[in-house]
């Protein structure tokens, strides 16, 4: 369970990105968050993974209160928490298996673990055949998988996804969007903040629209209404 | 847990060592630099001392006593000195020692002997010979054992003002030689720190996206530090040995022309021995090194990643 209550987050004294917003997710829902740009949706997920923190309000994630975080637990919340973003953010020199390993030994995990999980991890995003080509081998959607995949390699709690569609064209977004509902149904929580309609209105899934940081509409089976 | 991270935190330090090799090239030169300075300050500090030793040990001061002074007084003359604190020792010469001393370094002039002979008495004073705790002391000395306080016992008192002079001057070079080094030694290690600062933002900066990424995992910041504190101490560690290489090599070159410049003639001993002392206090010289070189290494990587995990 995601809880924010009453959450604002000011860059600057005249920049407001959310405003006392109120927002429950309960664990294992898909949620879409829609908005125009500048709404607030990048912020919502910034502050939910610890890259950003609240400057008013409280955030609860499975009744861990993270409102104000030590640096030192932020490590420890993150792989928890699986992010992907519009531009993927993969290493360039290593191949799409070592991009997923890479972060697994980072947090430690014995080779023995990371030579187990990644293969099978590589299955789920359908890239078994993929798994040695280096990122600019890869199409784009091959890359949002990889990162989805790295993602996926701590078996997160929570899955943010930041536009993850924005640089794909109609075929590969849907595709990624596929992967997204598999992982969901595994039992991830997604949170999924983007501006395609088409994908918004296919899923049938709860949205949340954002507007100058605050939630206008919310609701189950939702459509992209701005 | 603890072993995999360490090894992985290792495996990333040499690839970032090798992949920014010139940086790590310059920065280790720049360093080897800083230890070779610093080293010769410390062997100019222990032979200068070596080298002031032997010189002090040729001061000559010494007075002698006149006819009339009995046993008992010089002795209580010689332990009044003694208990002086800027006297380190006081070596009695008595009337008889002085005249053995005498035929024994004459023992080839025969017309010495027979003149002595001659002479009903022994013709040679009692004197005392003192070594100061420090050259500068000399003269304190000196103008003491000649004040009325001693004038019943004390016929004359003998100080070379050269040899005052030769200290003064040595004290002098070698207190210069000490503040030059030290203020190069301070600008190099400022030096090394900034090129240190600057090596390791430009490879953080060519692993920024590792970085990104790395945190964004949950890397913990040990994990990021790691591999660049490792880096600068294996950059430490390349500009000990090669600082070692070189020093010992011209120590040992250098150690006979030194003994020949500064003891030929001035010590009946064996001279100082610069590259027999540098290999005997081995475990001295390589601490000196690691503590600079490694404590600078790790205080310069910590200050500039900790800066770049801020932002």
Redesign the interface.
Known sequence: MIQFQNVSKAYSREAAALHELTLEVPTGDFVSIVGQSGAGKSTLLKLISAEERPSAGSIVIDGWNITRIKKWQVPHLRRQIGVIFQDFKLLPKRRAYENVAFAMEVGGAPTRDIRETVPHIMKLVNLTERATAYPHELSGGEKQRVAIARALAYKPQILLADEPTGNLDALHSWDIVQLLIKINKLGTTVLMATHNDEIVNALKKRVVTLNKGKVVADKKGGTYKL | ?IG??FW?ILRAALQNFFRNFWLSLATTVIMTLTLLIVLFLYFANIFGSAVLYTIEQKVDLSAVFTDDASEEQIQATAKSVLSRVDVQSVKVVSREDALTQFKERNADKPFIEESLKELEDNPLPASMFIVATAPEQYVQIAENLSSDRYQDVIAQVNFEQDSQDVIEKLINIISTVKSTALAVTILFAVLVVLIMFNTIRLAIYSFR??I??????????W?IRGPFVLESMLVAVSAIFLATLLVYPALRGVAPRLEQFFFAGLTAEAPFDMYAYAVSHWPTVLGLQILLAIGLAVFSSLIAIQRYLRQ
């Open positions: 847990m995999i991270s992985r996206e590792e990104d990424i790395m945190r964004l995992v949950g890397a913990s910041r994990f």
